[in-house]
């Protein structure tokens, strides 16, 4: 497709379960950030990858959260042992280089722990 | 005082109107500057990038940079019913090291153009 691409839209999960996000990002772009959006606040940086390693996961909550990107293309952020205060918009964004670069984010994913 | 501030309206304007949106921020590394538009329950949408004090126009947006000053804004023109949206500045480090890639958001300022 031509845009970021995240799935699922909706995830509504259970305290103390585990939990996947997708994010596909632009063809050739080789950059790729999440950031999470709390309710009316605006996305919080979490973590950003250059290729396939994690350049800067200084926004990552606490170890309970991690993602990957083995191929260098899609990644993936995984939460464990998920909280309530975990609920929130998970965005991901992708850029064509690293650095300074116009960051174009995809639909989100709707988290919603219970 | 976080890195950047923006007031979060509500705005509501008549159809037609002239909207300004405002932030500033307080690191005066930043660089580059954007805006964002975000409809209810859909991602962020770029609008304009910019890296320079000035203005910049596209269309019916104009966004405007004072580094002097650490103020940004966006104005549009002949605001439509489909302008109805969640507007977010954004800023960027632009200079080597840790962080300068990652954006800092402000809270968005909600507007609505009333038909």
């Known amino acids: 497709g031509a845009g970021v691409s995240q799935t699922p839209s909706n995830k509504v999960t259970e305290k103390g379960k585990y939990v996947e996000l997708r994010c596909d990002p632009i063809s050739g772009h080789t950059a790729l950030y999440w950031y999470r959006q709390s309710l009316g606040q605006g996305p919080e940086f979490l973590i950003y990858f250059q290729g396939t390693g994690a350049a800067d996961d200084s926004g990552l909550p606490n170890d309970r959260f991690f993602a990957v990107r083995p191929e260098g293309s899609v990644s993936t952020l995984k939460i464990q042992r998920t909280e309530r205060g975990d609920s929130a918009v998970y965005l991901c964004?992708?850029?064509?280089?690293?650095?300074?670069?116009?960051?174009?984010f995809g639909p989100g994913t709707r988290l919603t722990v219970l | 005082q976080k890195e950047v501030e923006q007031d979060p309206g509500p705005l509501s304007v008549p159809e037609g109107a002239i909207v300004s949106l405002n932030c500033t921020y307080s690191?005066?590394?930043?660089?580059?500057f954007m805006w964002y538009r975000q409809y209810s329950r859909k991602g962020p949408e770029l609008l304009m990038y910019?890296?320079?004090?000035g203005n910049k126009e596209d269309g019916r947006f104009t966004a405007q940079v004072d580094k002097s000053s650490k103020y940004i804004s966006l104005f549009i023109r002949d605001s439509q019913p489909s302008d109805s949206a969640t507007y977010l500045c954004?800023?960027?480090?632009?200079?080597?090291?840790?962080?300068?890639?990652?954006?800092?958001f402000g809270k968005g300022t909600k507007l609505s153009v009333i038909p």
């Open positions: 964004a992708s850029s064509r280089l690293a650095g300074a670069n116009e960051q174009f």
């Open positions: 910019t890296y320079s004090s």
């Open positions: 954004a800023i960027q480090g632009g200079y080597s090291g840790a962080g300068s890639y990652q954006l800092t």
């Open positions: 690191n005066s590394a930043f660089q580059y």
